[in-house]
């Protein structure tokens, strides 16, 4: 066999090994979708025109008592943004009784002294006792500690527990919202809306694509199969009862110290309990395009998005997957099938960009005039071409649901966004599987924040 002939032959067989792969994806794609549109028809036709649409306003303008919220910010290095987002949420929110437990290190005077410098009662500094940055989860373990002798202290009784990260843009309604909706679930979580950022349109831009679909659609279709709603981290309220469960389960302390998508995993062992999960999408306001939400800035370099998405992945398809197994209904270990298949997801995009390039440069030696002959075989030439057709398919539902977030602009730029994301994706599934089978420790693997200017002004 010449060298061209293996290459060729090598192409062919990553490509098919790729092909059968994304048909396999996108037919579980294609379900999701056609869920989503069926749902969203049948309600149209019956819900709404039986019972009105709530808004956030409703909550706010009915005559319930603001029951005390507390508010989870954990705090490593961030003195470059936690005093602008401290002094947003006292300013924003359209609520009086809550309190927000910020964690900090003792080896991170920075980071104190950002918080000290925002005057406000209802801020409450927690100290670490230990160089950070430990985990994560070990310093909301240490906020949930500071919460138990606070409610001693104060003889405070708590509804639920808000998380945020440390450069979030809270939204004025959603302490509001959380108050009225918690009773009727263990947990429930608002949308994430990264924010634009004009320095990085390709980068950044990317989170803006991926959210705006999980955010708008799958995380409904999870709630519409029965299956848990895993928590971002960010814009969500855990019903205190459910959380003082779990710490009774887990030794005293409800976030898991060891993992690395601590957020992703509480959702999950909630809806182990048996207690429902909710995801709410709800505009303010009626007529208004945009939802109640938290919103923030998202890494802007290739090697942050890189790190984080690896922390991700390892977390949820890695690690996720020996700490919690495949328990549940069908609707549940659907959607953890869906959450875990990141590392497959990169070897398929791999193999069938590797294909592509060896392809392309066997017919331009051929149009040059080589003696080279690139065939594709008949079966594999019909799955490409099935595949080209749910590939624009997809393409479109991106644009789509980004450009309904967020404009049809950045419905265009989706498009070419998302070779960004593949690229990223494949740099971030081969750290996280370096790091799984080394089987490194645990650690807060965080990346740079930045708070929107003109919020912080």
């Known amino acids: 066999m010449s060298f061209a002939a293996a290459l060729t032959h090598i192409a062919a067989e990553l490509a098919l090994f790729s092909a059968v792969g994304f048909l396999l994806f996108a037919i579980n794609d294609l379900l999701v979708d056609l869920i989503y549109f069926g749902r969203s028809l049948w309600r149209s036709a019956t819900v709404y025109r039986r019972y009105p649409r709530t808004f956030g306003k409703n909550f706010a303008e009915e005559e319930r008592a603001q029951r005390f919220i507390a508010i989870f910010v954990p705090a490593w ?34 980071t104190l002294s950002a918080i000290a410098s925002v005057d406000d009662p209802r801020i409450e500094p927690v100290l670490v006792h230990a160089d950070g940055p430990t985990t994560k ?39 509001t919202v959380f108050n009225g909706l918690i009773d009727g ?28 679909e999980a955010h708008a659609k799958e995380l409904v279709v999870r709630e519409a199969v029965g299956a848990s709603i895993p928590l971002a981290g960010v814009g969500c309220a855990i019903a205190r009862a459910p959380l003082a469960r779990l710490a009774a389960i887990h030794e005293g302390y409800p976030f898991a110290g060891a993992s690395m998508t601590e957020d992703y995993e509480l959702g999950l062992r909630i809806g182990e309990l048996g207690l429902k999960t909710m995801f709410v999408r709800m505009p303010a306001v009626p007529g208004s395009r945009g939802v109640i939400a938290s919103r923030g800035h998202f890494p802007a370099s290739f090697g942050e998005a890189v790190r984080q998405k690896a922390r991700w992945l390892g977390g949820i398809a890695l690690t996720g997957w020996d700490r919690l197994g495949w328990r549940g209904g069908l609707g549940e270990r659907w959607m953890r099938m869906r959450d875990r298949r990141g590392p497959v997801a990169a070897l ?6 590797i294909a592509a390039l060896l392809w392309s440069q066997m017919w331009l030696a ?13 079966t594999l030439a ?20 980004t450009g309904s977030a967020y404009g049809w602009r950045e ?14 994706a494949i740099a971030a599934a081969m750290r996280a599987v370096t790091l799984y089978v080394g089987r490194a420790q645990p650690a807060w693997d965080k990346t740079r924040h930045t708070f929107p200017k003109e919020i912080s002004a």
């Open 77 to 110: 290095d961030e003195s470059a943004v936690i005093a602008s987002m401290l002094r947003s949420c006292v300013t924003r929110f359209e609520y009086g009784n809550y309190r927000i437990f910020v964690g900090h290190y003792r080896n991170d005077p920075a």
């Open 137 to 175: 989860a070990d310093c909301l373990n240490h906020l949930y500690d500071a919460l138990l002798a606070y409610e001693l202290r104060e003889d405070q009784a708590t509804v639920a527990v808000v998380l945020h990260d440390a450069e979030d843009v809270v939204d004025p309604l959603e302490l």
């Open 366 to 378: 051929e149009a040059l005039g080589a003696p080279v002959q690139v065939a594709i075989d008949p």
């Open 185 to 212: 679930a263990g947990l429930i979580q608002l949308p994430v809306q990264p924010l634009p950022d004009p320095r990085s349109r390709w980068i950044a831009g990317h989170y803006c694509d991926e959210f705006a």
């Open 382 to 401: 019909t799955l490409l071409w099935i595949n080209l057709w749910l590939l624009l398919w997809r393409i479109a539902m991106r644009a789509l649901f």
């Open 348 to 353: 398929l995009l791999l193999s069938g960009y």
């Open 411 to 424: 419905g265009v730029r989706s498009v070419p966004r998302m070779v960004v994301g593949n690229v990223i």
